[in-house]
């Protein structure tokens, strides 16, 4: 909905029109939402492997207590028994991590006084927050039949003024770097004011007559005059007075690829990119200090086949306590929250990872080595090569002529790693 109400948990908001009471009404439509992991396999697959878990399992809590009763050396061995049986235990089955409407567990919600659990008010219903119900409203009983379902129907209703500009204003965000309002989780009073109020309503409007179809508004963002602008301009300074953040679009802003784009980019380059498509989650090696900080560090078990290490960013293994230190240089946003919106920093590790980081040196080797197999060892060739893989364009003559000079005195691999650092590799623009 794009607006915040965290706030309405212990009290009425301070800065918006929502009361605590709008709060847990909007709880209530989740109150018998239940997880449920939906394994997939053939039935005698599932039968086999939940008798052999729940047999594990069984005598790890068994030993587990015998454990906690006993002392010295028969502690430590049966410590040792506990480690065996959880290898034991058979892999987790492909899953889909689903949620499922199950009315007889459903929670009684009600006003909890400045938000403490213990100190219950009155129950409340299921029902849409008040300020928005001038249009269209949601109110159902607690025995209501799929609650989740029709709050979807109240967001996405034609007279419902926030979802379809929140999600333009997303789309937005994605081609220009900034939304036309550029705070895309929070369109209330405290949220800021739309740079372009009447392209946001407009692009709604289209968005909704195509029935929220996204590809047509794709199409109409990208074929206008302000996406395909430059961000190298004529304009003076007098511009870059007036607006010197570029809300106005009078240039386009030069983006620094992602972190994942980054690593993409450098395997690509480097002729090692592996474009197999679909298949399991990638685990690459990390340092084992990282792997020890983790709940069950056994769980971070590296991909055995190394050419699946150079698969595209997309396949790598997104766990939420351990980011891969090459992307976490790059601004990938944790996974403990959801990410309305990515930064983009400039800092040292950043110059530090791409000039003594083990990724970039070991892709350094490789496309040394490419531009030696694809350049017949000419060293005007390969540098005309490296420009063109690195920036898509060939070399300017001062460029030629210092990569000349510095080909003299080093080897191939540190220009190669050198490239990697030019900001017409790392940048948009």
Known sequence: MGITMGCARCHDHKLDPFSQKDYYSLQAFMAATQEKNHMLGSEEVLKTWQSTTDSL????????????????????????????????????????????????????????????????????????????????????????????????????HPDNPLTPRVLVNRIWQHHFGNGIVNTPNDF???????????????????????????????????????????????????????????????????????????????????????????????????????????????QWAVTEDINHHDRRSVYLIAKRNLRLPFMETFDQPTLQVSCAKRESTTHAPQALELLNGDITNDLADSFAERLQQESNDLTDAQIERAWILMTGRPPAENERALANQFLKTQPLREFTLAMFNMNEFLYVR
């Not at 049966?78 to 459903?106: G, H």
């Not at 784009?261 to 592996?274: H, I, K, P, T």
């Open 188 to 298: 209330g009073y405290y949220g800021d004011r739309p740079s372009h109020p009447g392209l946001l309503d407009y692009l709604t409007s289209e968005l909704l007559e195509n029935g929220w179809r996204l590809k047509a508004l794709h199409r109409k963002i990208m074929l206008s005059s302000a996406y395909q602008q430059s961000s190298r301009t004529a304009a003076t300074e007098h511009a870059h007075e007036i607006d010197p953040e570029n809300r106005l679009l009078w240039r386009f802003n030069r983006r620094r690829l992602q972190a994942e784009e980054v690593r993409d980019s450098l395997l690509a380059v480097s002729g090692r990119l592996n474009t197999e498509m679909y298949g399991e989650s990638i685990i690459l090696p990390v340092e084992e200090e990282l792997i020890q900080l983790l709940y069950k560090p056994e």
């Open 57 to 156: 399992k069984e005598k790890i809590a068994e030993t587990t207590k015998q454990k906690d009763m006993a002392e010295g050396e028969e502690k430590e061995a049966l410590l040792a028994k506990i480690a065996e049986l959880n290898k034991q235990l058979p892999e987790m089955l492909p899953s889909i991590l689903t949620i499922v409407n199950d009315a007889e567990k459903r929670t009684d919600v009600r006003l909890l006084h400045r938000g403490e659990w213990e100190l219950k008010g009155d129950a409340v219903d299921m029902r849409s927050p008040k300020v928005l119900n001038h249009a269209v409203q949601v109110k159902l009983p607690p025995e209501a039949e799929k609650p989740r379902t029709q709050l979807a129907g109240w967001l996405v």
